[in-house]
């Protein structure tokens, strides 16, 4: 996989901020779309939806895809997500390495499997079988943890990086989620990352969670907190350039806020990448 | 404990309104020293309802000012036990909570609360119902005589009729202002209320019963010169002008669309 063609910085794409892009066509790269907030039969979400992908390269990153589930990949759900793809011809589109739904209802969380061989089997059958509907690799992210499988054989990193291997799917890597799952868990985030296969990685996932004290919950309601930036700074120095992007998704800001923090990533993208540059 | 076991008592332990973890659960959890495994279970625990809880507050926001946080609490959480998610979209969560009231809340609430959510819900229905091409004003004006004659409509795809037996628009317009909210009233006649999305926002508004007959005429296939024959009765010879006008309104609201 080439990532020459990174897409730069994005913002993940927010009703509360559909007019003012419109309106002011700010610096933003790109833009990431929650798949189904638009799998609907019309009104503004696809109409702002259809307007902004005329000025703005878009992502499709779903959150109901539940491909470690222990029920049927739901036919109508990747129907819907296939033609909302078609519509919009994202870059890529990308879910999360994860269980939403469970075999009597949704749950509508991002739910973590064991990393198991079991898991890994029953995750790759259904990872290709999306992969041929869709035509197109997915993508798919670490979840943010607060428990773990005791059975789990590997690190969720060594999984993706196994699952990678065996569907030829890429990796979300979401920064923020690596950092609060190392503090609940007790892991060495960057262990975590060095694990991932670096040319499987198609993006990153920048966003802010609460601290608890003792814990840290993922709430994408917050600024980006500094050890995530640090985190993030290191990752590039290792990774090269590769899309960002910044998920709000809670106590929105005023938009100006949102594109600081993303000039904040691109200064942290430039700065890492210089000093991780070989000497002339 | 095979992946599917282990999915089901997750699944099971998420979904019942029980904060205690099952034996057969906590044996495959691991937690940490900084976030145990039973805090971090009740951490999937909570966050499953209070998200619940929130689409339900979003989709039923004036519901919520009416009868207070407390009592919807309430009512979302039995809803939610009754009636788990089944789609994958939380868009779809609040379909049949105003059924639920029908066997969860005793009259004299249920039939003025019943009504109140299905007003609510019919604007989460406007709000993504599918774009159509509604009728225009400026294709009207290009109408030939043949035209007229066969003009036949249907409502647009958005449109949610209802017939309301209480003051509940007045309640919802009072709770939707955060002003003092009416007592309940039984109206003496059903009142019928449009709720329908005309360029990206969405409408209401009531009909008196004659507008509400001839829309009904037309809409279910009627030409317009029978909805014209049909106000004869009421209007006289003012019949055709009453007709036109309220077409003329309908198509500037975009309420219709060809057959």
Known sequence: ?280 | MRLSAQQEALERYLATGDSVIPHELMEQIQGSNTLPAADGLMIYHNAYRARLLSVLREDFPALHRWMGDESFAQLALAYISAWPPRHFSLRWLGERLPEFIRGYIAEPQRSPMIEFATLEWAFTLAFDAPDTEPLSLDVMSRFSADDWVNLRVYLTPSVRWLQLQHNTVGIWVAAKAEADIPDVVALSTPLDCLVWRHELVCQYRTLESGEASALRLLSDGGSFASMCENLVGQHGEQAPLRAATWLKQWIGEGLLQRR
């Open chain 1, 1 to 280: 996989m080439s990532k020459s063609n990174t897409l730069g910085f994005g913002l993940g794409l927010r009703s509360e901020y559909y007019q003012q892009i419109l309106e002011q066509r700010p610096e933003v790269d790109w833009f990431e779309i929650i798949s189904e907030n638009y799998m609907v039969g019309g009104g503004k979400a696809l109409y702002f939806l259809d307007a902004i992908k005329e000025q703005y390269p878009l992502v499709m990153h779903g959150v109901s895809l539940s491909i470690g589930g222990p029920h049927e990949i739901d036919a109508d759900y990747l129907r819907q997500l296939k033609t909302l793809a078609d519509r919009v011809q994202p870059c890529w589109v990308a879910d999360h390495l994860c269980w939403s739904r469970g075999s009597a209802h949704h749950l509508h969380d991002l739910l973590p499997l064991p990393f198991t061989q079991e898991s890994l089997l029953h995750v790759a059958s259904r990872v290709r079988l999306v992969q041929d509907v869709l035509q197109r690799p997915l993508v798919l992210e670490n979840v943010s943890a607060y428990v773990q499988w005791k059975t789990s054989c590997m690190s969720e990193s060594q999984f993706l990086a196994e699952l990678s291997s065996l569907t030829g799917c890429e990796i979300l890597l979401d920064v923020n989620n690596v950092y609060v799952s190392s503090r609940n868990q007790g892991f060495d985030p960057w262990q975590f990352i060095m694990e991932l296969p670096h040319g499987r990685i198609r993006q990153i996932h920048l966003a802010g969670h609460s601290d608890y004290g003792h814990y840290l919950i993922d709430t994408h309601d917050q600024p980006i907190a500094d050890p995530v930036w640090t985190l993030y700074s290191k990752t590039l120095s290792y990774l090269g350039a590769t899309a960002t992007l910044i998920e709000r998704d809670d106590h929105f800001p005023p938009f100006d806020e949102l594109l600081a923090e993303l000039s904040k990533a691109r200064s942290i993208s430039a700065n890492a990448l210089r000093a991780a540059a070989p000497c002339a």
